[in-house]
């Protein structure tokens, strides 16, 4: 079995000897401008002061570089977007199906679990859809849709209306706005 060498990872910034201009824009490690100076002048200033220059704006002209030690701005641009990350809410669509010969009981546990979905900030897809024999009358399919309807927009804001494929009736939901949770 042949073992590849690794591929060398693409940086997002290119550092010290991969900056291929011949001068630059400097910014120092305390974000102040140095000026335009040649690329072997900000390398031995970045090596005098132990850091790495990096180029910010690489396609700018002249580039601009910044001294700063590389390992540590990315771990902070790693960071950074860890938290934006972790501030955004996921909505997950959740799936509830209904017959057109489902009891009442089984409509209202049904409702209820869809209630708890709109509460927790997730949108509903309800499907209405006919088994066997139920194709023979697609009559049924609008029925039930009609009662689901009416009773989905009592608590709910219906978001994509009614989409019928055949023997399927797809409904979007979500939670109704501007109304004020119950429990305060």
């Known amino acids: 079995m042949k073992v590849r060498p690794p591929r060398p990872r693409k940086r997002l910034h290119p550092i010290n000897e991969e900056i291929r201009a011949s001068q630059v824009r400097l910014i120092d490690e305390n974000k102040k401008q140095v000026g335009i ?8 200033i970045a090596r005098d002061k132990d850091l790495d220059l990096v180029a910010i704006s ?19 641009l790693q960071k950074k977007a860890h938290e934006a990350q972790k501030s955004q809410r996921k909505i997950h669509v959740k799936e509830i199906k209904f017959t057109p010969v489902i009891g009442d009981h089984d409509i209202e546990v049904k409702l209820k679990k869809i209630k708890q979905f709109l ?13 066997g024999r139920q194709k023979r009358r697609p009559e049924m399919l609008d029925e039930m849709t ?39």
Do not use: Q
């Open 37 to 44: 100076i040649s690329l072997p002048k900000a390398l031995e």
């Open 58 to 76: 690489p396609k700018a002209e002249p580039p601009v570089c910044r001294l700063l030690d590389y390992g540590k701005y990315l771990y902070s």
């Open 119 to 131: 509460e927790d900030g997730d949108k509903v897809k309800v499907t209405i859809w006919l088994r």
């Open 146 to 184: 009609d009662r689901i309807m009416n009773i989905l927009t009592e608590f709910a804001e219906i978001e994509s209306p009614p989409k019928k494929e055949r023997w399927i009736c797809h409904i979007l939901i979500g939670k109704k706005r501007g109304e004020k949770d119950a429990k305060t």
